[in-house]
């Protein structure tokens, strides 16, 4: 569990060096699939990254689908 919860750091690490390097504005939106409590989808965090202003997936409208990673948003930042 602590390593996880280390590289779930490190993961918040890269993003934020990633966010400044693009000057892209993302922000935590709550992940629609697990509503916030964590799932695969998010990484566990119960929230994804996502372009601001945020926008729900215009695929599934929230519904969750493969097009946005079933998170439910529009774009939402890819953590692997
Ligand atoms: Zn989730
Ligand atoms: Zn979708």
Known sequence: MTTFVTFARLILFLEN???SEENAEYAP???CHCGGIGCMYCNKKGTVMV???AQ?????DGDCCIY???TGWERPLKEY
């Open 68 to 70: 946005c990673g079933y």
């Open 56 to 60: 729900k997936c215009r695929h599934c």
């Open 29 to 31: 939106e709550v992940c």
């Open 17 to 19: 060096k990633r966010m």
């Open 51 to 53: 372009p601001q202003p």
